[in-house]
């Protein structure tokens, strides 16, 4: 028995767990080393102590006890045993420890003889408790802040856990319920699917569905939940959310309703709708604005391929008032303009704008709308058709010849040509009328219109004023097609017989000619001064044409006299060139010769270009006087040579209407040859607005000179609109400094900086500059000083027939010169 008492002894003593034994008034008699241990009091600081005076203190909770109130002193008064009492009890140290406690009484027989009490230490599992009561307290705290509704389901899909928002919604619905409960019947269905789906296969979940708010008002929600996963990879539960998408889906409906209103408004009203980003060049196109393009519904766009779209005439404007229309905000664009359509023909448009800049003022955005205008605008056309055009005739009537006719004056005075205007009255009209009637009369007002049109060029403009007046406008008369070629051929064609059922009628017309700008420079007065002239016409006989003359001065005689002494003087090879020096300012000695024409008149001084000049391009003449001019100073050239004279360059002045022959430069080239003289040596002067016109044809005349060696030269340089893009891609060689901005030199400053800017100009294009014009020394010297090449003008010589030339020339510069 001792033994048995001692093993157990042994067992007690050596257990893993403190063990304590009291006798019946709870005073520790026995304690193992794990109380040791566990306590820090050595086993005879514990013998003879109370167990719950020495260690007990409180419940894990905190809450603090009498003596009277612990378990186990209860225990020790009622004998009755107790099991697993959790209980703080005070270390040595004064340090905690939780305490899972049984007390069972002993009896020796049937004696009550004491307690032992078995502890166990379960201070880190309580710890472990904690942590997990805290995480769960967080875990509420942050959903049920969180304004989605938030769910856990458990493995087999009943609700474990949901947040306070979930119950604000969707009432108690609490652990274990069914989470498809709330959901319509119209998607519940698919929503159990989806979650089988999903609990089965372990995959994440996102539906959106329509669930019964606690109000019982159904709104849509979108549900998202993903498993948790355990270390073995099970599922040990399902996180979910469920937000509130109603609002949005709402929005987003009310949006596309709205989307799809204005597609269906814009389809129906043809309308393109764009969108335009400067700044990145994006161009957004509805798929009907594509469509009256005839681009497919995919075609990318940016504002480059809409320009080419535009049609070519109407291209530059578009793209000038777009870029005008984009400066800041608020820009307006209203334009039309043509562009294939859908079915590929040419189309009318009109395109309507706003620019949007941000607040710094930039612009962000250009949005707008297109439509095909192509109905409306043939519709205006034939008003304007049926109220411009002379029902009779279907000629242009009086309103529609001023219309066409602003606009070619308009181009005339941009391009400085000139045109001819003919009044045309029909002689011994009213008696047909009156003998015959309204009816032939009629009749032979259509045929005699027919009659004009065979005898004018398509470019030409046939127009009725009323009665029996006509007017035909020459934009462009020239030597063969001169208005009194025209004339005449008008006056033959419409005097040839009329022939109306057995009825033969003869008639003629009386032709009064004004030229533009000698006349006038509108409509109104070309005309009157053509009727004016058609007036004269018709004194002296029917049939008789006449150009006009102003009355004061007696012009019309001058003009005639001049036109006269034109024709003469080419068809007797009685023109005459003058030569003004040009002098090099390098070396100071003559760079060559400007010819300049006159035409000699007997009994006077030779008259000057600009007064015989306009009436030869009125009169057609320009051409041949220019092939004369040609050839003159060619010859003139060789005979130089030939007397002794230095190789020097010769400079010809070409009028537009010549430059622009097909056969010049051929012709030119000819002269040369025949000559014999150096090609060279030749140089032609050409006006800046010759040269702005069809710049492609120019180009490629003048390179055509160019390689003959012929050298071409701008005159009057400064007064016209030339770009320094266009003119360096000009094959030129030199520039003349128009005289007005020379003799402003010392005068005005604007001619300075301008004569100071052509300079800068030609060093900068590597071309030769000549200044024309000096008068004063000066002038002269300003223009040396500046680096400019060559000079002309009265100081130096004034134009000298060839004879005198020759003596000037001889006079002025040493034999030894003469020779080189
Ligand atoms: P342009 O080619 O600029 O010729 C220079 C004009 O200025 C010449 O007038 C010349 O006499 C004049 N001039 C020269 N130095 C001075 C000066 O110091 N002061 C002033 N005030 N004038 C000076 P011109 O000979 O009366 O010729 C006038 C224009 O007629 C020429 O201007 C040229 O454009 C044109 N022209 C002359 N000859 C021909 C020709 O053969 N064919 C063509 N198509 N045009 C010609
Ligand atoms: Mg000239
Ligand atoms: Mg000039």
Redesign the pocket.
């Known amino acids: 028995m001792q033994n048995n008492i001692n093993t157990y002894k042994i067992i007690a003593e050596n257990a893993l767990d403190p063990i304590f034994v009291t006798d019946t008034h709870g005073l520790i008699r026995f304690a193992n080393r794990a109380a040791e241990k566990v306590f820090g009091y050595r086993v005879d600081e514990f013998i003879g102590q109370a167990v719950h005076g020495m260690l007990h203190h409180s419940h894990p909770d905190g809450t603090h006890f009498s003596a009277e109130e612990c378990v186990l002193v209860q225990s020790y008064a009622s004998g009755v045993a107790v099991e697993d009492v959790v209980q703080q009890f005070v270390r040595k140290d004064g340090g905690f420890i939780t305490v899972s406690c049984s007390l069972t009484p002993v009896a020796q027989d049937g004696q009550a003889i004491g307690h032992v009490l078995f502890v166990r230490d379960i201070s880190k599992r309580a710890e472990a408790e904690q942590a997990r009561l805290a995480n769960e307290r967080r875990f509420r705290v942050l959903t049920d802040a969180m304004p989605q509704m938030v769910w856990m389901l458990a493995p087999d899909g009943s609700i474990m856990f949901v947040n306070a928002r979930f119950r604000e919604y969707f009432g108690e619905l609490g652990a274990g319920d069914d989470p498809i409960s709330p959901i319509h019947p119209d998607d519940a269905q698919g929503n159990r699917e989806a979650l089988e789906e999903a609990l089965r296969t372990g995959t994440e979940y996102r539906i959106e569905h329509r669930a019964r708010r606690r109000d019982g008002i159904y709104r849509w929600f979108l549900s998202h939940a993903v498993p948790l996963r355990d270390e073995a990879g099970n599922v040990s539960a399902w996180y979910g959310t469920s937000t509130d998408i109603d609002d949005i889906r709402r929005a987003s409906e009310v949006l596309r309703k709205s989307r799809e209103t204005l597609r269906l408004a814009t389809e129906a009203a043809n309308l393109g709708l764009w969108d335009y980003y400067p700044q990145s060049g994006k161009l957004v196109w509805s798929e009907s604005g594509k469509r009256l393009f005839g681009l497919p519904p995919d075609a990318r766009l940016t504002f480059e391929r809409f320009l080419e779209l535009v049609d070519p005439d109407d291209r530059q404007r578009v793209q000038a008032m777009t870029l005008e229309a984009a400066q800041g905000s608020g820009g307006r664009l209203d334009l039309q303009f043509r562009a294939a359509g859908a079915d590929g023909r040419l189309r009318w448009f009109r395109v309507y704008g706003k620019s949007i800049a941000d607040p710094a003022g930039t612009l962000v955005r250009f949005i707008g709308i297109t439509m095909d205008i192509t109905e409306t605008k043939l519709a205006e056309q034939r008003i304007r058709d049926a109220s411009q055009r002379d029902a009779l005739t279907g000629l242009p009537n009086r309103a529609l010849l001023f219309e066409y006719c602003t606009h070619l004056l308009a181009i005339a005075q941009r391009t400085r040509s000139s045109g001819a205007l003919l009044f045309i009255d029909l002689d011994r009209f009213k008696p047909i009328n009156d003998t015959h009637g309204h009816d032939v009369g009629d009749v032979v007002l259509r045929q005699v219109a027919k009659r004009l049109l065979d005898c004018t060029r398509q470019e030409d403009i046939v127009g009725r004023l009323g009665g029996d007046e006509f007017v035909v406008a020459l934009p462009h008369p020239d030597d063969t097609y001169g208005p009194a070629t025209v004339a005449r051929n008008i006056i033959r064609r419409i005097s040839e017989p009329y022939y109306i059922g057995d009825l033969q009628l003869q008639l003629s017309p009386s032709v009064g000619i004004s030229l533009y700008p000698a006349h006038g420079d509108t409509l109104d007065a070309l005309i009157k001064c053509a009727d004016a002239a058609m007036y004269e016409a018709k004194k002296t006989g029917p049939g008789r044409y006449h150009f006009y003359a102003p009355a004061e001065d007696d012009g019309s005689e001058r003009v005639q006299l001049i036109e006269r002494r034109l024709r003469e003087a080419l068809d007797n090879d009685d023109l005459m060139?003058?030569y003004?020096p040009v002098l090099d300012l390098e070396s100071g000695s003559p760079a060559g010769v400007?010819?300049?024409?006159?035409l000699p008149l007997p009994g006077h001084e030779p008259l000057?270009?600009?007064e015989f000049?306009p009436v030869a391009e009125a009169a057609g003449l320009?051409t041949r006087?220019?092939e004369w001019?040609a050839r003159e100073a060619c010859r003139q050239h060789q005979a130089w040579r030939e007397a002794g004279l230095p190789s020097m360059s010769i400079?010809?002045?070409?009028?537009p209407q010549?430059f622009r022959q097909r056969s010049f430069v051929a012709q030119l080239a000819e002269s040369v040859r025949r000559s014999g003289m150096d090609p060279s040596c030749l140089q032609i002067?050409l006006?800046e607005s010759t040269v702005l016109e069809d710049v492609p044809d120019t180009i490629a005349s003048l390179q055509e000179l160019r390689s003959f060696g012929i050298r071409v030269a701008l005159?009057?340089f400064g007064i016209g609109y030339s770009s320094i893009g266009l003119l360096s891609t000009l094959p030129i060689d030199k520039l003349?400094i128009?005289?007005s901005f020379?003799?402003g030199i010392g005068h005005d400053a604007k001619s300075q900086t301008i004569t100071d800017t052509v300079l800068a100009l030609g060093r900068s294009l590597h071309l030769e500059v000549v200044g024309?014009?000096?008068?004063s020394e000066e002038v002269f010297d300003y223009l040396r000083d500046q680096g400019c090449d060559q000079a002309?003008?009265?100081?130096?010589s004034?134009?000298l027939s060839a004879e005198a030339f020759e003596h000037w020339y001889r006079d002025t510069y040493t034999p030894e010169q003469v020779l080189h």
């Open positions: 060139l003058h003004q400007e010819a300049l024409l006159r000057l270009p600009d000049m320009v006087l220019g001019v400079a010809i002045n070409v009028a010549q002067e006006k005159d009057d003349k128009d005289q020379v003799n024309e014009g000096i008068e002309q003008g009265y100081f130096l004034r134009p």
